[in-house]
């Protein structure tokens, strides 16, 4: 089946340093959408990125869709300590109601 | 316009025992979709309906199910709870559910089973 890698698992951040988490999909995506969780939360979406080498900007936030639709990333310059949660990536599973396959998302830690 | 509504958001049983939960979608919302998420498996996908049908359903066992009324408020129930069952039960809301519309999920309702 359908399967999502992110990478990396964890990232220890000093603020203001800048942070990146890269996802890969075993299969074409139609789309990818971003979601960020806080500890103790529940995921809130971010972003959803449609076309082949799609780049979207949120602020200090950068999203880029692979030109195959297989891969994408984000990037976050200059974190700050409100960046702190998981960030997951999650691609629709084809034709498959309501399903979405998640990454394993990337817990970002920001030291002050 | 209103959020994904989750009820109740903490709740605590007893292993043998059976839970059900609800879950009001986005005004307009006709497909709604159930997710487990425990910090070893991640997001999980259970099920999903839209139009008061299932859908969709993901691999975990029949004491999992859910259903979804003509106003579009859905329920998942877990019969036979067991420990392995506490988890954040995450339920999610879109136009139609073929991932075409973005996914609002709820606040979650985190369930321990002692």
């Known amino acids: 089946g359908q399967q999502v890698m992110q990478i990396p698992q964890y990232q220890h951040v000093q603020e203001g340093e800048d942070f990146t988490t890269y996802c890969n999909s075993s299969?074409?995506?139609?789309?990818i959408q971003w979601y960020k969780q806080r500890p103790g939360g529940h995921p809130v979406f971010l972003i959803q990125l449609v076309k082949s080498g799609e780049v979207k900007k949120q602020k200090r936030l950068t999203f880029q869709f692979g030109e195959a639709k297989k891969n994408s990333s984000l990037h976050i310059t200059a974190t700050q300590t409100t960046d702190v949660g998981t960030y997951f990536c999650?691609?629709?599973?084809?034709?498959?109601?309501?399903?979405?396959?998640f990454g394993q998302g990337t817990i970002l830690t920001v030291h002050p | 316009k209103a959020g994904v509504t989750q009820t109740p958001r903490y709740l605590i049983k007893t292993r043998g025992q059976q839970v059900t939960l609800s879950c009001s979608p986005i005004?307009?919302?006709?497909?709604v979709s159930w997710y487990q998420q425990t910090p070893g498996q991640g997001l999980q996908f259970l099920f999903e309906?839209?139009?008061?049908?299932?859908?969709n359903k993901g691999n975990f066992p029949g004491r999992f199910s859910g259903r979804q009324f003509s106003n579009s408020r859905s329920e998942m129930n877990v019969s036979t709870l067991e420990l392995g069952d506490s988890a954040l039960y995450l339920c999610?809301?879109?136009?139609?559910?073929?991932?075409?519309?973005?996914?609002?999920f709820g606040e979650g309702s985190w369930l321990t089973v002692v």
């Open positions: 005004s307009g919302h006709r497909s």
């Open positions: 999650a691609g629709p599973g084809g034709t498959s109601y309501g399903k979405l396959t």
């Open positions: 999610a809301s879109s136009l139609d559910g073929l991932g075409t519309y973005t996914i609002y």
């Open positions: 299969t074409t995506l139609s789309n």
């Open positions: 309906y839209f139009s008061e049908t299932q859908r």
